[in-house]
């Protein structure tokens, strides 16, 4: 079983900075991609950033040049540094993790618990 634990999540006002965490842990084997997705009440789950095992990246229009996904590999955790923030990044945003866990002969999906991100003004 992997295990995920998010945490960077809070009020920010518009033009602020944040900085999302999420640490995979448990019995891993491996992992692939990692990715970022936000999610508002009443609409669709949207994928934000995306980063693949090579540490090719990608993100939808809307954060592009503001948001950097990354991560550490030893530490089995992706971030997501988010800059010059909008009221409409206003979500609850969820890290996912692309792993295959010890024992297992597939790769699953795992999602965090999800960690607000407000946005004022």
């Known amino acids: 079983q992997v295990q995920t634990v998010e945490s960077g999540g809070g009020l920010v006002q518009a033009g602020g900075s944040l900085r999302l965490s999420c640490a995979a842990s448990g019995s891993i084997f491996d992992i692939n991609s990692m990715a970022w997705h936000r999610q508002v009440p009443g609409k669709q789950r949207e994928l934000v950033a995306f980063i693949s095992r090579s540490g090719d990246t990608d993100y939808v229009d809307s954060v592009k040049g503001r948001f950097t996904i990354s991560r550490d590999n030893a530490k089995n955790t992706v971030y997501l540094q988010m800059n010059n923030l909008k009221p409409e990044d206003t979500a609850v945003y969820y890290c996912?993790?692309?792993?295959?866990?010890?024992?297992?002969?597939?790769?699953?999906?795992?999602w965090g618990q999800g960690t607000q991100v407000t946005v004022s003004s």
């Open positions: 996912n993790t692309n792993a295959r866990s010890s024992g297992a002969h597939y790769y699953q999906n795992y």
